[in-house]
């Protein structure tokens, strides 16, 4: 069939981790629009919040030629943009838990600043504000996502994947994030990958190096997943395996107006908060 990306189904790590949990939640993020103003809704929350703000500054500096990616402190740039995410923009509940949350995002910030590692190194930036390629054209489908970082490896004209944690928690060895991430950098520029890492900012001052995944196993997984996120969609069935879970249950307040409506951020998406808990009750992870 002929490409068309307006009508293709878009799939990436979030959504199919999405589907995966509760198909009821992937329906309300990925799918749902208020039927009144037609936009989407976002639930946030100060982990959220953190992994944003810590992201955006890594992602202002990757633009940048080696030479200049320090020039700015980034712990100046810390400052400015947490301003973005202040206050009720990430559902933090009270001051003593924003100046929590900040205070861990200092100390990541402070890390980078201290180690840089590959971040002073020559890099590879996806000329594309939302990199994307067709899964299968046929069913189609289109992969997309964006990773957080693609260092250049000269001795080998080669790539190195490096993905920055946020999170308390370490990602699982069963989780999509990196065959995903390694169909992606493949389809979506010439070199080869192979070298791929994680950088647990809260903990690390070193890279934890993963084993690359194999790319056949890795399309032929990610396309069976993407072709049932299809025929979900398709049917316009998406339940809930547990009749209500944590996933779903924060949307289907909002639906019942038990959530705080908080701005329509710069995408047109409606911006919510639940109800106020605890900072140990949030949830430490985080897809940027």
């Given at each position: 069939m002929n490409k068309d990306k307006y009508s293709a189904i878009w799939v990436s790590h979030t959504?199919?981790?999405?589907?995966?949990?509760?198909?009821?939640?992937?329906?309300?993020?990925?799918?749902?629009?208020?039927?009144?103003?037609?936009?989407?809704?976002?639930?946030?929350?100060?982990?959220?919040?953190?992994?944003?703000?810590?992201?955006?500054?890594?992602?202002?500096?990757?633009?940048?030629?080696?030479?200049?990616?320090?020039?700015?402190?980034?712990?100046?740039?810390?400052?400015?943009?947490?301003?973005?995410?202040?206050?009720?923009?990430?559902?933090?509940?009270?001051?003593e838990v924003e100046d929590e949350y900040k205070r861990r995002g200092r100390e990541m910030i402070s890390r980078i600043s201290k180690i840089k590692g590959p971040l002073a190194q020559k890099a590879v930036k996806i000329n594309a504000d939302l990199p994307y390629f067709y899964l299968s054209e046929k069913e189609n489908i289109i992969l997309c996502g964006k990773v957080d970082w693609l260092e250049y490896l000269q001795d080998t004209d080669s790539v190195h994947i490096i993905d920055f944690k946020t999170s308390k928690t370490e990602e699982s060895e069963s989780s999509l994030q990196l065959p995903i991430y390694y169909l992606l950098v493949t389809n979506t520029q010439k070199r080869r990958v192979t070298k791929a890492s994680y950088w647990y900012l809260g903990k690390d001052d070193f890279l934890t190096e993963k084993k690359l995944p194999n790319e056949?196993?890795?399309?032929?997984?990610?396309?069976?997943?993407?072709?049932?996120?299809?025929?979900a969609r398709k049917l316009g069935v998406f339940n809930c395996p547990y009749g209500g879970c944590r996933n779903c249950i924060p949307y289907e307040m909002v639906l019942k107006g038990d959530a705080e409506f908080v701005y329509v951020d710069k995408h047109n998406v409606d911006i919510f908060i639940t109800k106020k808990e605890d900072a140990s009750n949030h949830t430490e992870s985080i897809i940027l």
């Amino acid at each position: 069939m002929n490409k068309d990306k307006y009508s293709a189904i878009w799939v990436s790590h979030t959504s199919i981790t999405d589907f995966l949990q509760c198909k009821r939640a992937y329906y309300l993020k990925n799918v749902y629009k208020n039927p009144k103003t037609g936009h989407k809704m976002k639930i946030v929350s100060p982990a959220l919040g953190l992994g944003q703000a810590v992201h955006e500054v890594i992602e202002q500096i990757s633009v940048l030629p080696t030479e200049k990616r320090f020039s700015t402190l980034l712990m100046t740039r810390f400052e400015e943009v947490w301003e973005s995410v202040s206050g009720k923009k990430s559902g933090f509940p009270n001051i003593e838990v924003e100046d929590e949350y900040k205070r861990r995002g200092r100390e990541m910030i402070s890390r980078i600043s201290k180690i840089k590692g590959p971040l002073a190194q020559k890099a590879v930036k996806i000329n594309a504000d939302l990199p994307y390629f067709y899964l299968s054209e046929k069913e189609n489908i289109i992969l997309c996502g964006k990773v957080d970082w693609l260092e250049y490896l000269q001795d080998t004209d080669s790539v190195h994947i490096i993905d920055f944690k946020t999170s308390k928690t370490e990602e699982s060895e069963s989780s999509l994030q990196l065959p995903i991430y390694y169909l992606l950098v493949t389809n979506t520029q010439k070199r080869r990958v192979t070298k791929a890492s994680y950088w647990y900012l809260g903990k690390d001052d070193f890279l934890t190096e993963k084993k690359l995944p194999n790319e056949k196993d890795s399309f032929e997984n990610i396309l069976d997943l993407a072709l049932k996120v299809k025929a979900a969609r398709k049917l316009g069935v998406f339940n809930c395996p547990y009749g209500g879970c944590r996933n779903c249950i924060p949307y289907e307040m909002v639906l019942k107006g038990d959530a705080e409506f908080v701005y329509v951020d710069k995408h047109n998406v409606d911006i919510f908060i639940t109800k106020k808990e605890d900072a140990s009750n949030h949830t430490e992870s985080i897809i940027l």
